[in-house]
Structures are given as structure tokens and as C-alpha cells.
């Protein structure tokens, strides 16, 4: 009501929005609702990924974006950990991924390279350094596994080109869920 405090649907957001839409179609749909109380937009926001991580896979980078967000709330890392139901290594591997070149960052969003080999082998080089190195894995066609792992130590040491000797294998990637949805 207008004077009221607000209100927020956390969980069933869409039944609640196709209800309403039946509704002002002439249909009688009432739902069953349970009301919490948020101390904060930090628990509120809790409450929201922990909803959305058991409907779908989190894309790394999403994640990464959405620790960093509950974190500039107040969350620590172990809180965070709790709020994402991953261990506090996971939550420190995908805020590397912010550090990241955004080159870089967008292969991991399309699921290009693994967030593994980001966080891994990218985030410790310099920005400039980051594009490059991407650059030079995906001409070699080594963008997974432990090839792309000695391509990108070998480049770190000097390597010219970081190919391996012998004929590199291009390791398909599941697409992410956003690339499905941009194709």
C-alpha cells in the first residue's frame, strides 16, 4: 500500500508478475507469501543470488561482478563464501578475474578460456601483457587445458610464440549462457 513499507519479492518474482498479468486479465490469482525483513541491501542482495545460483549456472565473470558488489556492501570474503556456497579460494580466484584485461575478461564471459586459466596464468601479468599473450593462444589454437597452461608459462619466460612443438588441439568449451543468448 502507499504508505506502507517497501516491499521487495525475492523468490517467485516471476509468478508474481505473471499473477498480476492474469489478474488484469479477469482471472482470480492469489499466491502464498512469506515475509522477511532485510536488515540491508547486502542481505536483501544475499538473498537474490542464492535464488538465482540454484535456477542457473553463474558465469564466471558475472559472479566475479556480483562478490565484488556484496563486497563493497561490507562482506567479507567468508561471508561472501556462505552468500555464493563456494569456499573462500573460489571467491579470491574469481575477484582476480577483475584484475583481469578486459580482453581477457571477455574470453572468459564467452567461454573462450576457462576462468581457471585466468585467474592462474593471466592475472599475475600486466594488463598490456594479458592481451597479447590471449592473442598469441588463440593463433596457436591452444585456449584450454594444460597446453594453454605451458603456452602461457612459456610466454611469461620469453617464448617467442608459446606454441607447443608439436600440433596444438583446440579444446571446445560449452557455451556460456550469455553467449547462447547474444547468438
Known amino acids: 500500500h502507499k504508505d506502507g513499507p517497501d516491499v521487495l519479492c525475492v523468490y517467485g518474482r516471476q509468478r508474481v508478475k505473471n499473477a498480476r498479468e492474469a489478474n488484469k486479465r479477469g482471472a482470480s490469482i492469489q499466491l502464498r ?13 544475499g538473498m537474490v543470488v542464492a ?12 559472479m566475479a561482478r556480483d562478490i ?13 563464501a556462505v552468500v555464493f556456497g563456494c569456499s573462500e579460494g573460489t571467491i579470491r580466484n574469481r575477484l582476480a578475474l577483475l584484475d583481469c584485461d578486459e580482453t581477457v575478461q571477455k574470453a572468459v564471459q564467452a567461454g573462450t578460456i576457462g576462468a581457471t586459466l585466468a585467474f592462474r596464468e593471466f592475472s599475475p601479468l600486466k594488463r598490456e601483457e ?15 587445458g594444460a597446453e594453454a597452461r605451458e603456452n602461457v608459462k612459456r610466454l611469461r619466460n620469453g617464448a ?3 606454441a607447443a612443438a608439436k600440433a ?9 549462457r550469455d553467449a547462447i543468448e547474444a547468438a
Open 33 to 45: 507469501a512469506v515475509v522477511q525483513r532485510a536488515k540491508d541491501p547486502a542481505e536483501l542482495f
Open 51 to 62: 535464488e538465482n545460483a540454484v535456477r542457473r549456472t553463474y558465469n564466471p565473470m558475472a
Open 68 to 80: 565484488l558488489r556484496l563486497m563493497n556492501w561490507g562482506r567479507s570474503e567468508k561471508q561472501a
Open 130 to 144: 594479458q592481451a597479447a599473450h590471449l592473442s598469441k593462444l588463440v593463433e596457436a589454437n591452444t585456449l584450454g
Open 160 to 162: 617467442a610464440n608459446g
Open 168 to 176: 596444438p588441439v583446440l579444446v571446445k568449451r560449452m557455451r556460456t
